[in-house]
């Protein structure tokens, strides 16, 4: 990883820094001590697998900030570390897995509610014509067809929402 900079010190003559770090809490170091001493960075740039990634220059205000990351990082570990219930993380995982099944089914039932009223509409307003009667027929099968799948859809909703009623919580 490399940390490359352009600074402006008290004299005000710009002065480009290059230099190999080993981590970033060093790299984060570095630009505190520079800022410390009364330069100004103007620009920074951290180079680590090709990727060059600027940083935010208003965020070194001389503080050093390594032992805050190392503190950060023992937090973090320490919470980590934590055992979590293994049943709660379970049941987090049935209660997003129930609500998205019974979404899922809420959605098709809407679907085919729509594509019943919608058909039954086109039936009523179909003009007579010699074709007429076949056209109903036609209709009628896939509002047979759609009342079929309606009628699965409810029941596997209600068979969703019986399993997992403990999960479920609909307000």
């Not at 103007?42 to 940083?55: A, E, K, M, Y």
């Not at 086109?122 to 007579?128: E, F, N, Q, S, V």
């Not at 036609?138 to 929402?161: C, F, K, N, W």
Request: glycine content about 4%.
């Amino acid at each position: 990883m490399f940390l490359l900079s352009v600074t402006m010190d008290r004299e005000g003559n710009f002065r480009p820094f290059f230099c190999h770090v080993p981590e970033l809490e060093a790299a984060f170091d570095v630009l505190g001590t520079i800022t410390a001493t009364g330069d100004v960075l103007i620009s920074v740039d951290l180079i680590d697998n090709g990727q060059r990634t600027p940083l935010p220059v208003e965020a070194f205000d001389g503080e050093p900030v390594g032992t805050h990351i190392k503190n950060l990082e023992h937090d973090w570990q320490a919470l980590l570390n934590k055992p979590i219930s293994l049943k709660s993380a379970h049941n987090r995982l049935l209660t997003g897995f129930s609500r998205l099944l019974h979404a899922t089914y809420q959605t098709r039932i809407d679907w085919l509610e729509l594509a019943i009223d919608d058909t039954n509409s086109r039936i009523r307003d179909l003009p007579h014509t010699p074709h007429w009667e076949s056209c109903c027929v036609r209709l009628e099968l896939q509002i047979t067809l759609y009342l079929r799948q309606l009628e699965q859809a409810q029941i596997g909703q209600r068979r969703i929402d019986k399993r997992f009623a403990t999960y479920l919580d609909y307000d």
